[in-house]
């Protein structure tokens, strides 16, 4: 049974994960590099479960016991008594290889890794650990406490326990499952990540304006959102690096990157976070 789950990253997505796992009950230790990076993970927690409350879809008492569920530190040792470390630190293979060595050495033999990664092979990332059979790849979503969706990943290693103590844990924080195979983009960006990268293709061509190209997908796809809105929240950085493993994983040209992509990144243009991405944020 998985009843304590560390996490490695206090930002977006390793806050998120935290804010799911203790509103579900689950005692949760997140670390990061810096107290500043955890003090503003759990602010964005604190505020998350406020909205939360002002919806009326958790009590205060709920909140504050979700919160007391959350211990931050620095140190990664405080991991030991965890049955699963989830890593969910930034998209760069090298250093989440090195994350997951280091937590190798301080974490108990018999608990799952797992990790965040969106595009990353889980097969090699299985093989830098001392635990391929029980390393798995979870792949939450952006906002995590409003998306229903965990995509798990088996590597080629990832033992079918492994798989179905993964299950049993996203049942448990009130996430739907599905399983993908170890592929570049797994499933779902597999489909979603060469559609943005379309649409920027299309831009680039003058095909029609930004607005004109997000309202087609949503008005006449039923998308809830553009896909050059999507891009600007994911981050244009993070898109042109999803695209550039597909480009080298499938050494197919069909997911080259768009230009206007890598010139956007080039430009510091990265989307919500730097307030200009194909759209402007008045940041």
């Known amino acids: 049974m998985i009843e304590q789950i560390g996490i490695v990253g206090a930002g977006t997505m390793g806050n998120g994960i935290a804010q799911v796992c203790a509103a579900a009950g689950l005692p949760v230790v997140m670390t990061d590099i810096s107290d500043a990076a955890l003090t503003r993970g759990m602010s964005v927690v604190s505020s998350s479960l406020e909205r939360l409350v002002n919806k009326q879809k958790m009590t205060d008492a709920d909140r504050q016991a979700a919160l007391a569920r959350i211990t931050t530190t620095t140190d990664n040792t405080k991991f030991s008594t965890c049955d699963l470390v989830i890593e969910a630190a930034t998209e760069n293979e090298e250093l989440k290889v090195k994350i ?38 979870m792949h939450f979503f952006n906002p995590v406490p409003l998306m229903a969706l965990l995509e798990l990943i088996r590597g080629l290693q990832t033992s079918d326990d492994t798989h179905a103590k993964a299950e049993a844990f996203a049942k448990r924080v009130g996430k739907v499952a599905i399983t993908a195979k170890n592929s570049p983009g797994f499933a779902v960006n597999r489909i979603l990540c060469p559609m943005i990268n379309e649409a920027i293709f299309a831009l680039q061509e003058g095909i029609a304006t930004a607005e004109d190209l997000d309202a087609g997908m949503k008005l006449g796809c039923n998308h809830p959102i553009g896909p050059l809105a999507l891009a600007d929240m994911i981050g244009l950085d993070t898109m042109l690096s999803v695209m550039e493993v597909f480009y080298e994983g499938f050494n197919d040209p069909k997911y080259r990157p768009a230009p206007l992509l890598k010139e956007m990144v080039a430009a510091g243009h990265l989307g919500r976070k730097t307030g200009q991405g194909f759209y402007s944020y008045g940041k």
């Open 100 to 137: 997951l060595k280091d937590l190798c050495t301080k974490i108990r033999p018999q608990a799952l890794l797992a990790t965040n990664t969106s595009s990353i092979s889980i097969t090699k990332l299985a093989a830098a650990t001392d635990r391929p059979d029980r390393f798995i790849g």
